[in-house]
């Protein structure tokens, strides 16, 4: 059998020559396939050659390596550095403090705590007027920001011969002639009397600063002054509490869109505030130059966030309570004392009397 093989393979051997000769034609029509298998081989050739650009890329990045050590030795790249690392932690800072920002209060939760507060505002004043205390607050911060809402959710359950809100018109030629302070002066509160400003005497340092309403003198003048002036309260006895509302730039503009196509809010809406959404930036600066000269020991500011408005008003409360120690002055439950009788009294007929329409 194996001499069978071999004689097979040696007439399939002796075959393989004889069969491409049959004519010419079919000699040269395997040829362009031959020419086209060629350059399918060298065209995968290039794809496998990565092994350059891997070898110099190593070099490349140990030349970056080399001149980002030479540079930190010489104490270059660190300002664009930190600059880009500044920014960022800036970035994040204020993403993380709007991720972090507490839900909405629910309406039924912050009506019962407001009610229980009220109360104890009531408890409060009763101690004001028993004690004869002198109490300033100051209502202070961005347009828009909540203070006006603020101030009424105090003054709304208090006695206004007690409590009373002072919230100053532009001043007068005459007013602006006399010494600057002194319009504020006569607002200022005797003994048993607690006083609201609704912007106070730091107009000055922002509005008036910004808008170009006083000097360069005036202003430098102001923050000398004030911080003695307001020394100068303290030591007469009077509490005094600043409140500064801050509000983002995002809450601020939803605020104002919204008192535009409220008519009801139409007249929150003065020249002075379109200005101050224009001048963002010229207002931070004062406000920082303001807090920098009168954010003193005997008077402190304490900054409110004013973007949850329910938020912010219960907070405020809170430690506006908690800056006066007082007790509870609550009377004796009172009895109502019997009518008098009338002892042959005629009352005259309604007719003679002139009532308003009854439209509802």
Known sequence: MSEVKATSEEVKDQAKPETPAPSATAQSAPKPVAETKAPVKPAAKPAAKPEPASTFAPETTKKESVVKRKDAKNGKGKNTEGKAASQNKDQNSSAAQRSQRKPPLKTQFYEDRLAKLQIELVKLQEWIKFKKLKVVVLFEGRDAAGKGGTIKRITESLSPRVTR???LPAPTDREQTQWYFQRYVQH???????VLFDRSW???AGVERVMGFCTDEEYSEFLRTCPEFERMLVRSGIILIKYWFSVSNEEQERRFQKRIFHPEKHWKLSPMDLESRARWVDYSRAKDAMFAHTDIKQAPWYVVDGDDKKRARLNVISHLLSMIDYEDL?????VLPPRQDEHGYVRPPLSDQTFIPEIY
Request: cysteine-free; charged content about 15%.
């Open 165 to 167: 809100v002072a919230a």
């Open 330 to 334: 609550t009377p004796e439950p009172i």
């Open 202 to 204: 730091y107009n000055r």
């Open 188 to 194: 200022l509160p005797a003994g048993g009397e607690m």
